[in-house]
């Protein structure tokens, strides 16, 4: 499979063969919303059900999980969120020493929530923070909000983090990932409930293939290249 520029896709995971694809976090919320819909319908309660209703399909909408195909260029780091880059800059992080490249992607309620790895590697080390939860597209969220960042080293020795930011009304932050784990770029390892955000920080010489404003796919946009991959030697 191959995109417009001729560069191949792959499926980072086996697609699922249900038609309209939930993340299971969503399960029980859907469940309970339906069956309490059953019920007011069942008793006649015609704008209550249909309130409950609506807003099954709602959380249905917010936890829905589309297949996605991952780029498999050389070098490539992909989107983990679906979303609006909101930053993109190098600069001193607190996450590692000295500058780094950072690019920040902002969720809106209305976002594909699932987050997908960036690039392959072995995760590290993983970091929670309890904190704050200011409006996920205010620079100083990165910092005070609640947060879980991800240390994830690739096969030639580079280190990433990307980092789940909540937001103003997001109280929950879900990572699958332990320490140690071999992880390929595109697959999912967590979501955050409600509009929130995610921040990646790649090496200072990593080459930047988005622009504040751009919008971008989790698993399938790409968003740098890091040095020395043949993509960033032909620029």
């Not at 063969?17 to 069956?35: D, E, K």
């Not at 015609?46 to 807003?55: E, M």
């Not at 103003?168 to 932050?173: S, T």
């Amino acid at each position: 499979m191959e995109n417009r520029e001729g560069k191949p896709y792959d499926w980072p995971q086996p697609p699922s063969q249900t038609a309209v694809p939930i993340a299971r976090t969503g399960y029980p919320l859907i469940a309970a919303l339906a069956f309490v819909t059953v019920i007011f319908a069942l008793l006649e309660m015609a704008v209550p059900a249909l309130v409950f209703l609506v807003a099954t399909l709602f959380v249905c909408l917010f936890f829905r999980d589309p297949e996605r195909v991952t780029p498999t260029a050389m070098g490539a780091v992909v989107s983990p969120a679906d979303g609006k880059v909101i930053k993109s800059e190098v600069a001193e992080t607190d996450y590692l020493e000295g500058e780094r490249l950072r690019i920040s992607i902002f969720m809106n309620v209305f976002n594909v929530h699932v987050n997908r790895i960036p690039c392959e590697g072995t995760v590290t080390r993983i970091q929670y923070h309890p904190g704050k939860f200011f409006s996920a597209n205010l620079d100083k969220a990165s910092r005070e909000n609640e947060h879980n960042a991800v240390y994830v080293r690739t096969g030639e020795s580079e280190e990433i983090v990307f980092v789940q930011i909540a937001g103003l009304v997001a109280r929950r932050i879900v990572c699958g990932l332990r320490e140690g784990d071999a992880v390929a770029r595109g697959e999912r390892f967590g979501m955050i409930c409600l509009g929130s955000r995610l921040d990646v920080y790649l090496p200072a010489d990593a080459h930047p293939e988005v622009a504040v404003g751009d919008k971008v796919r989790a698993g399938t946009s790409i968003l740098a290249y890091l040095r020395g991959t043949d993509h960033v030697e032909n620029v």
